[in-house]
């Protein structure tokens, strides 16, 4: 009797701890595909909202974030390949001026990439004639250098400024066509002209998103170059500098 009772009770147990563990994996199932209908919710929202938005406006709203991106996926690219060990970059033209002369300084110059090693390279190139010559020669390919930087930028500081006024655009026309909406029927309805606010209201946000995006990226970009043209100018005083001692 007592063997019954506990394997009665062992097999209760077991049951019990089988249920428990169903429960359990059946609870996690439930959230995680109630996780996954939310992603898919979220994804199938934004794809409603930017095509409740009209495909006028936001194709062009889309185009502008795209070619943004473009431009200023180019220059960081552009800019970090033209960052250079400016101290470094010195020390060894300094030493190579020292030892080998010009010709080897223009040598390590030539097998360094940037805009500081070509600034060194063009006021080295110009040492033969007098300092004064090194000098302008740099200011000169300085300032080439400085608007290789700057190359394209003007382009993506213009779709930070259309983008936001496109969206505006479009809330205004939306607005246009929910007035006109109303004085054709002669009263004021909210489900009459929801349609034409919320599109309103959506071309706006995706424009103001588009603007932030390309803002940030266009912010990163001045620094960036800000930081390689202090370099530049850094870099152009040392050479003086340096060329001056070399002639004594």
């Known amino acids: 009797m007592k063997r019954l009772f506990s394997t009665l009770a062992m097999t209760g147990l077991f049951v019990l701890s089988a249920n428990t563990v169903s429960a359990k994996t059946s609870a996690a199932v439930v959230i995680l595909q109630g996780d996954a ?4 919710s979220f994804t199938q929202v934004l794809k409603e909202m930017f095509i409740t938005g009209g495909a006028g406006f936001m194709g062009i709203v889309l185009l502008c974030l795209i070619l943004g991106l473009a431009v200023a996926i180019e220059r960081i690219i552009y800019l ?11 020390q060894q033209v300094e030493d190579a001026l020292a030892s080998g002369g010009v010709e080897a300084a223009k040598e390590v110059c030539r097998n360094t990439k940037g805009p500081v090693a070509s600034i060194y390279y063009q006021g080295l190139d110009r040492a033969g004639e007098s300092v004064e010559s090194a000098e302008k020669a740099v200011v000169a390919y300085g300032g080439v250098q400085m608007g ?14 259309i983008a936001p006024m496109l ?5 205004v026309i939306g607005m246009i066509q929910a007035f006109q909406k109303i004085a054709a029927v002669g009263n004021l309805s909210a489900s009459l002209i929801a349609g034409d606010i919320q599109v309103a209201l959506l071309t706006t946000v995706f424009g ?13 970009i001045i620094a960036k170059i800000d930081s390689i043209v202090n370099d530049m100018e850094d870099s152009s005083i040392s050479l003086i500098d340096m060329l001056v001692d070399h002639k004594k």
């Open 208 to 220: 103001l998103i588009t603007a932030i995006i390309l803002q940030i990226f266009y912010n990163y």
């Open 80 to 90: 970090n390949l033209a960052s250079t060990n400016s101290s470094k970059l010195k």
């Open 37 to 40: 209908e939310a992603a898919k």
């Open 148 to 161: 290789q930087l700057e190359k394209n930028v003007s382009w993506l500081s213009l779709f930070i400024a």
């Open 167 to 171: 969206g505006f655009m479009g809330t």
